[in-house]
């Protein structure tokens, strides 16, 4: 019985989100647009995630390369840490660790702000002065996240390819330029788009969840708190879900 509960709640619950997609699409297309409050967002959203990210980054790229260092120079091959690394990173570690970061702050942020204009009853006002709240509020937070994620993705990447060459020289003494000639002999257009694209989904459902939470938010501050967690937990789920079916898609278009 509460198996049944629980899985008619998580249908209800996916065909809110889906009915809130479809609103936000057909809102989103449509002129006037909010230029200037898109790139506010894009500044809030982008710039101020950057030092959290390129933190992360720069610790993720010489952690990952001070772990596989003495495994691969007990192997004799220490050569081809550089490749493996970048490999990693660029592939896959890179991309989704920053969606991580990034969902923990963009994600939970856009519900808590979304979560309290709603429950103090700031969103009805804007819909009774003639402001349509899911072109101003949500469609440009939306724009923002999926735009802003594939750059803060790169510049992570790059920022973490710099701690594995420091990392390399910890144990031995390589140069910046045979470090990334080697890394990117290993790696070409195949792994890098794929990679990237994938971050396009990734910022669109961080966004489309914060503000589907946000703006369903209830029950006070309470809701509020509810709504920036659980914008997290099923955005966070979604990242891995979404970086399952790249995975496949891109193995399927390397077989053929």
């Known amino acids: 019985m509460a ?55 720069f610790i ?30 660029i592939r896959e570690i890179g991309p989704v660790i920053t969606a991580l970061i990034f969902t923990g702050k963009i994600g939970s942020t856009i519900g808590a702000e979304l979560g309290s204009m709603k429950v103090t009853e700031q969103i009805d006002a804007m819909e009774v002065s003639g402001t349509n709240p899911l072109k101003y509020l949500v469609a440009t937070r939306v724009l923002a996240t999926t735009l802003m994620l ?11 390819l710099l701690g594995a060459f420091i990392g390399v020289n910890i144990g031995s003494v390589t140069s910046l330029h045979l470090f990334f000639v080697q890394v990117f002999a290993s790696i070409g257009l195949r792994d890098i788009l794929p990679a990237l694209i994938k971050t396009f989904f990734f910022g669109f459902n961080v966004g489309l969840i914060g503000c589907y939470k946000g703006y369903h938010s209830s029950n006070g501050t309470r809701g509020v708190g509810s709504s920036a967690n659980s914008a ?25």
């Open 150 to 160: 594939p750059i803060l993705t790169i510049l992570g990447d790059a920022i973490s």
């Open 3 to 57: 198996f049944m509960i629980k899985t008619r709640a998580f249908l209800n619950e996916t065909g809110d989100i889906s009915r809130f997609t479809g609103h936000f699409v057909s809102s989103g297309i449509k002129p006037k647009y909010e230029v200037k409050e898109f790139f506010t967002q894009c500044y809030a959203i982008g710039y101020k995630s950057f030092g959290l990210i390129g933190l992360t980054g």
């Open 60 to 89: 993720m790229g010489l952690v990952l390369t001070m772990q596989l260092q003495p495994s691969l120079r007990s192997y004799g091959i220490d050569s081809q840490l550089p490749g493996m690394v970048g490999v990693a990173i």
């Open 232 to 256: 997290v937990v099923i955005s966070s789920v979604l990242i891995f879900i979404i970086d399952l079916i790249a995975v496949q898609f891109t193995n399927i278009l390397k077989l053929n």
